[in-house]
């Protein structure tokens, strides 16, 4: 009996487990079907606004982009053509100066030129070009005011032969107008500039200036047509300016325009978008319901997905943002690890997210914490393929504990590795970058084992991420205690670079320079030292707070600060009446370069005569690398130190790669050879054979010879021997300070 009433309730517990199995996929069939026609319904009448907004942000940022360029052109224009060098009224000045500015202007300057009253082009190379037709230098003659641009939006260029838009300046000196400075920008770099917008095909977009005339159309037979507004547009209502209008305006068929007006000049963007394009883009109905369907199913799983990763957060395992370890539970997993396999070779890594603040700010925190879950997701599938266990620790710093066998495999691996998720890591099509450090956890014995801490290997690796800072070619670096050494070294020496400027803890250094012929003092080469109060530094060499200086920039100011106390060192000798031979001082790459030179040959100009001593007792040393490859800029550099008085020398000639090619092709007047030259002491013959041939070749070129690092007698009689002109070195001095250095002058002075 009993067993007929439990078969009963087992056949009356499984139908009443299908009855409400069924009710509960009734209800939710009920409810997808609800929510798939309400989604569907809600997509038909969004689809319009959706294709509105894509327009509204087209012709917004066309607009801001157009409004950047011309206010950068502007701007350009005003600080070149404003500089003191410009206060003259002679001729061959202005073309000088003009000539100068070529190599530093921005590209997108097809013409930049300065025309006078009558409208001749002084400064074109073809200087029989007049502009006095263009109706905007004709406005400026007719009401010239100061500071004040004129710009032609519409204008055909003579120049270039093409459709641009001319910019003019006027030019004053006082009160009187002298001339007219103008540039020319291609209507074309409109176009580039709507094409590097990525447009999309269903997006016509153009430029309107001024006069309504359409100066720019992604379709160029609309070009330099009039723009018709619709009717019931009102461009001084905001809200029409934001809004929608369906009208035959110029183009073909019913269009909707959306219009962006800029703050320069009364210029408007427009972006047309077809009405066919909106009603090509609606999706079946019976689609979208299969679409949205399935997301729902997918959207049911995640959910489940999400419950049981939550149940796994809540005992502290996992972090909830990303879902990987949590920094502490990585902590005492790997601290087990280490200290129970303590004859193996580990590796620990922290690596964190190139530029994620930018993109915190560009795109807000939400995209970010997105870019930050995408990195853990694949970064975890690395790191569980090489089976080693990983850690988010905080914002977007992670770590990670790898097992290796051999280090040379591992790194090959391992950079192959970082590779594949630097090209995975993309969100909203733009790519996001990782940068890694790593330390190498070698075997220890089993009484070491117990002092292995992950947090000591994990601030290792940070310091070592830290090296790499910004070099985007570098993905990761290794941490060695001799890097770390020499890196706090470098940041002491940071931290007190401003208190040694204010305790003028900077000094200069004196080497003579001997004639061979008469071995008299010619002169000196300038050199700095620093002696710095912190006893953890002392008296420091060249070589040891240099290279820190030119890495972060320092080394400019530092230059400026030899050159004073150089000039002050001259003028004062000379006031004194003493015996002056000409110093040589050195000027550091980073000044010769096509955008820092102008300003810098000002400031050294300034400062050079605020001393008012003769060029003669100056002389201009370069690196042979100065040029980074572009002689004909260095030949500019050099022609610019000749027309100030200076002499130039090349310093450390032979280092290079093209050294005998720039000898012949640079107007230098001294050369000064590298002294490893003379240190080869392995084939002393081929030595021999080629500093005799680099002395006469610069003899034949007419050039003064120069040896540094001359220590013995027989390397100053060798030199002696083939016609070197002059040598520096220990075997007659070391550099000096100013006190000795008098001294050596008085006594070895030639009379």
């Known amino acids: 009996m009993s067993r007929k009433i439990f078969k009963k309730l087992y056949i009356t517990g499984r139908l009443l487990n299908r009855i409400i199995t069924f009710v509960i996929v009734v209800i939710c069939s009920i409810f997808i079907y609800a929510v798939v026609n309400y989604i569907i319904n809600f997509f038909g009448t969004t689809t319009s606004y959706l294709y509105e907004q894509n327009a509204h942000n087209v012709s917004h940022a066309y607009a801001k982009l157009t409004d950047s360029l011309v206010g950068t052109t502007k701007a350009c224009i005003k600080i070149l053509a404003t500089d003191n060098q410009m206060n003259t009224e002679k001729t061959e000045d202005i073309v000088k100066y003009f000539d100068g500015l070529r190599i530093c202007i921005p590209k997108h300057f097809q013409t930049f030129e300065y025309a006078d009253l009558a409208g001749n082009l002084i400064t074109l190379k073809n200087n029989s070009v007049n502009i006095s037709e263009y109706s905007g230098f004709q406005k400026i003659l007719e009401n010239p005011v100061k500071d004040e641009f004129l710009i032609d939006s519409s204008a055909y260029s003579i120049i270039l032969n093409k459709n641009c838009i001319i910019f003019y300046y006027p030019h004053f000196i006082g009160d009187q107008l002298k001339g007219v400075v103008i540039t020319e920008i291609p209507i074309e770099l409109f176009q580039k500039v709507a094409e590097d917008m990525v447009v999309s095909d269903y997006n016509r977009i153009c430029l309107v200036n001024e006069k309504n005339v359409i100066i720019y159309h992604s379709n160029p037979k609309y070009m330099y047509r009039n723009f018709v507004y619709p009717e019931s547009y009102d461009e001084n209502s905001s809200e029409d300016r934001l809004k ?159 097992k290796i066998d051999s280090i040379c495999e591992a790194i090959d691996s391992i950079s192959h590795e970082f590779r594949i998720i630097d090209r995975r890591i993309s969100f909203e099509n733009f790519h996001v970058y990782a940068k890694y450090g790593l330390t190498i956890v070698n075997p220890s014995s089993q009484y070491n084992a117990a002092k292995r801490n992950i947090k000591q290997f994990i601030g290792q690796a940070v310091f070592a991420k830290s090296l790499i800072k910004t070099n985007i070619n570098k993905s990761f670096e290794f941490y060695s205690s001799k890097i770390e050494e020499k890196v706090r070294h470098e940041q002491l020496i940071e931290q007190e670079i401003e208190k040694a400027v204010m305790n003028d803890e900077f000094y200069v250094v004196y080497q003579p320079k001997i004639n061979l012929k008469t071995e008299k003092i010619i002169g000196s080469e300038a050199l700095v030292r620093w002696h710095s109060s912190n006893p953890m530094l002392g008296l420091l060499s060249p070589g040891s707070f240099l290279p820190v200086f030119e890495k972060n920039g320092f080394i400019e100011e530092l230059d400026f600060i030899v050159y004073e106390k150089v000039f002050k060192f001259i003028r004062e000798q000379l006031d004194l009446k003493k015996s002056v031979v000409p110093i040589s001082i050195n000027i550091s790459r980073v000044h010769l370069s096509k955008t820092k030179f102008p300003g810098f040959i000002s400031r050294f100009m300034t400062l050079f005569n605020k001393y008012e001593i003769p060029a003669k007792y100056v002389e201009i040393e370069i690196l042979e690398q100065s040029s980074g490859g572009d002689s004909d800029f260095l030949i500019i550099v050099i022609d610019e130190f000749h027309r100030n008085g200076f002499s130039v020398a090349m310093d450390d000639f032979g280092s290079g790669e093209s050294s005998l090619n720039m000898l012949n092709t640079l107007p230098i007047d001294i050369v000064k050879f590298d002294q490893n030259f003379l240190n080869n002491e392995k084939d002393y013959e081929r030595t021999v054979k080629i500093v005799s041939t680099l002395v006469k070749l610069g003899k034949q070129l007419k050039k003064v010879t120069i040896f540094e690092g001359v220590e013995t007698e027989e390397q100053k009689n060798f030199l002696k021997s083939i016609g070197c002109d002059i040598v520096q070195g220990y075997f007659y001095s070391k550099p000096l300070k100013q006190a000795e250095y008098e001294n050596f002058v008085e006594s070895h002075v030639e009379i």
């Open 244 to 402: 929608m209008f369906e009208d035959n305006i110029n183009f073909d068929g019913k269009n909707y325009i959306f219009i962006e007006k800029m703050p320069e000049k009364n210029w408007k963007t427009v972006v047309v978008l077809p009405n066919e394009t909106i009603n090509k883009t609606y999706i079946s109905i019976n689609k979208m319901r299969f679409i949205i369907i399935l997301i729902l199913c997918v959207v049911i799983l995640v959910i489940v997905i999400m419950l049981i990763s939550f149940f796994r957060i809540i005992n502290g395992k996992y972090d909830s943002s990303t879902c990987v370890y949590s920094q502490e539970y990585f902590e005492k997993r790997a601290n087990k690890i280490l200290r129970k396999n303590y004859s193996k070779r580990y590796i620990v890594i922290a690596g964190d997210i190139r530029g994620i603040k930018f993109i915190n700010q560009d795109k807000g925190l939400e995209i970010g914490n997105k870019v930050i879950a995408s990195f853990a997701q694949i970064f975890k599938t690395f790191i569980r393929k090489n089976k080693g266990i990983c850690a988010h620790s905080y914002a977007d710093h992670f770590y990670a504990l790898i």
